[in-house]
């Protein structure tokens, strides 16, 4: 076995579900839809259940059960379904799509230290845009170097990063509840069934990227695959619990905001600063002042910093671990002692380096956590297409492989779920390129677009790159 640490030590799978659960979703990831479709989200989050959560994570677990001898994931899914080269560009898809995540929760430690120090929203009149990025790729170099340096971090911050915020969002709902059997108001009227039934209109399709968004990675837990004892039966339970835990979260967890906030007058910081006002009123309203902003601020600050430990760690090793060497320079692929890859965080601090560059152009802290939050509304979805592709490709030739767990017994209806999953999905990601927070037709959508479409060529298209360069290094060295 391929271990980081040791090999007599194995990942059980309710661990595996914290971990991969803190890069799936967390209370703020209820947070940006609401702002988007208002307490309508709700149908949204159900419709999603239903239509694409359980089926896509019902397929991950029947992915990951197949094939568990290799530690790329997805990408060894593909690899292993259709050919090489798709596999390779699922993996550096996968790799680049984490990029804006990784500036996202950067940016988003430095929201919640600021909320612990100051105690407020006034972030932007203590620190200019330009303080903001540098102040962002510090935490993201900082934590490169950490996570190299202290064994089992992952699995110890994923444990309590993941379970604290968990119990967080069941708190927030009970005390929400609570509150409402105690006669505290309702701040959304009409707080009736036309308050959930949606518009169906350009802009509520072009924002239900950023939901898919918020319930992909399921597959990231393939990566670490190879540590489980027993991954044939443990992952698909992982898969399980993880569907649950997602369901609590997004159904009753945008309910309870719809009680705090007026859906129809959302503040315009709110996916920035909600999960903050929604924890402070909370704790006002049981008389408990600022305590449980504070408790939530905390709580937050370890999540962010349990995503980065297993977005830089498990997408890096997806770029390296099953990709084939003729795609890569070998530069790239070069692990430390640890087994990591220490080029490929290079390489990553640079590329989110560019990242905070194009942000740097937009006129304020708030804009510019919005938009990179929403660059991830176009390229997660565009990533987790190759779940669905993979799973088709593995049905439509279902003999070839020994799935211990298989989603749906019926081959064709298996097919057709995973055609609707991919086109559902790539459609929404296609549509995710329009700005969520400028009107269209002005100088700010203009620029946000052009933004998208330059991050999203770069981010790809550099993948162009790595297979000529690894052509000229290996012609380099035959001559």
Known sequence: MNNLESNHKYIKWPTLALLTFVTVIGFDDIIYPFQNQGLSVVFS???????????????AAQMGSTFTLNGGGLATWVRHSSNDTLGYWTSWMYWSSTLPYL????????????WLVLGNNTLDKHMSNLWFGIFTFAIILIFILLENSFK?????????????????????????IAGLLHGNPIATQPFDWSAFIPKFDT??????????????????????????????????????????????????????????????????????????????????????????????????????????????????RVLSADTAANFMPKWLLKQNRFGRPIHSYVFTAGLCLFLLLLSGTLPNINTIFNWLLNLNGIVSPYKTCWVFFAFMALRAHQDRFDSPYV?????????????????????????????QEAKFGTAAFTHQFWLNVLSVLVLFGLGFIMPLWARFEKHRQQH
């Open 45 to 59: 989050w159900i419709f999603m259940l239903f239509a694409f959560v359980i089926p896509y994570e019902l397929i």
């Open 407 to 435: 989603f749906m017994r019926n081959k064709y209806a298996a097919l057709a779920v995973g055609a609707w999953c991919f086109i559902f999905t790539f459609t929404c990601a296609t549509l995710g390129f329009m700005p």
């Open 152 to 176: 089992r971090s992952l699995e110890v911050m994923s444990i309590i990063g993941g379970g604290a915020m968990f119990v967080m969002t069941i708190l927030f709902v009970i005390m929400t």
């Open 203 to 316: 802009h509520y399709f072009a924002s239900t990227g950023l939901l898919i968004f918020a319930m992909s990675g399921a597959e990231l837990g393939a990566a670490y695959i190879t540590k489980m004892r027993n991954p044939k039966s443990e992952y698909p339970k992982a898969m399980i619990m993880l569907a649950i835990m997602t369901a609590f979260l997004t159904i009753f967890g945008s309910f309870s905001l719809g009680v705090f906030f007026n859906a129809h007058h959302l503040p315009n910081d709110l996916k920035m600063n909600g999960a903050y006002y929604a924890f402070q009123m909370l704790g006002e309203s049981f008389g408990m002042g600022k305590i449980l902003l504070y408790v939530f601020g905390v709580v937050q600050l370890l999540y962010m910093l349990a995503q980065l430990a297993v977005l830089i760690d498990a997408a890096s």
């Open 103 to 114: 500036v996202d929760v950067a940016n988003s430690v430095i929201v919640a230290l600021s």
